[in-house]
T-cell receptor, first 113, second 115 residues
Framework: QQQVKQSPQSLIVQKGGIPIINCAYE??????FPWYQQFPGKGPALLIA?????SEKKEGRFTISFNKSAKQFSLHIMDSQPGDSATYFC????????????FGEGTQLTVNP | GAGVSQSPSNKVTEKGKDVELRCDPI?????LYWYRQRLGQGLEFLIY????????KSGLPSDRFSAERTGESVSTLTIQRTQQEDSAVYLC?????????????FGEGSRLTVL
């Protein structure tokens, strides 16, 4: 019930493409869904987050789509750039109770020039 | 600096030795996490300190692993009798918890190599 399943494990796109990373969860009590970005040798950093009262959130070139009935959420990166090459982690928690974050397995994204 | 600080950044040890990893969270952050990341893998939850509540230790893989936190400050992760499978980057994160899960700020990790 605490698991968050992420796919794909790796993804290669050309510059300008729109990579999509998907996550699914089981625990319907989860109410906070962030995405973290990690560059080699660094700790992950918060990219964007959504709560289930909305179906979509955009911040710059990054968009989260959220489907509460399917218990799925995804990250879309518009006009991807080589600098977006990193590992992306989705996560979930029962945010309003301050519970711990559970992370997905990660997606290694490569954006070719 | 104002970020999460971890030390040592790199530690090489021999199998069977004990190691201590230290985390200095951002001042005022009430929540503190430890995660383990094996090479090319995801973030494996180890332990979570939330204010004055009892820590969530459900992720500790064995009784060789333990962690302490002094109030809302420094935390130490101790691994006793290290094994080769303990080799990984150990990441610490802190968060300002105000009744809800907030943004986690990660340190750069402590890379542990067990020979």
């Amino acid at each position: 019930q605490q698991q968050v399943k992420q796919s794909p494990q790796s993804l290669i796109v050309q510059k300008g493409g729109i990579p999509i990373i998907n996550c699914a969860y089981e625990n319907t009590a989860f109410d906070y869904f962030p995405w973290y970005q990690q560059f080699p040798g660094k700790g992950p950093a918060l990219l964007i987050a959504i709560r289930p009262d909305v179906s979509e959130k955009k911040e710059g070139r990054f968009t989260i789509s959220f489907n509460k009935s399917a218990k799925q959420f995804s990250l879309h990166i518009m006009d991807s750039q080589p600098g977006d090459s990193a590992t992306y982690f989705c996560a979930a928690s029962m945010g309003t109770s301050g519970s711990r974050l559970t992370f997905g397995e990660g997606t290694q994204l490569t954006v070719n020039p | 600096g104002a970020g999460v600080s971890q030390s040592p950044s790199n530690k090489v040890t021999e199998k069977g030795k004990d190691v201590e990893l230290r985390c200095d969270p951002i001042s005022g952050h009430t929540a503190l996490y430890w995660y383990r990341q094996r090479l090319g893998q995801g973030l494996e939850f180890l332990i979570y300190f939330q204010g004055n509540s009892a820590p969530d230790k459900s992720g500790l893989p064995s009784d060789r692993f333990s962690a302490e936190r002094t109030g809302e400050s420094v935390s130490t992760l101790t691994i006793q009798r290290t094994q080769q499978e303990d080799s990984a980057v150990y990441l610490c994160a802190s968060s300002f918890l105000q009744g809800a899960t907030g943004e986690l700020f990660f340190g750069e990790g402590s890379r542990l190599t067990v020979l």
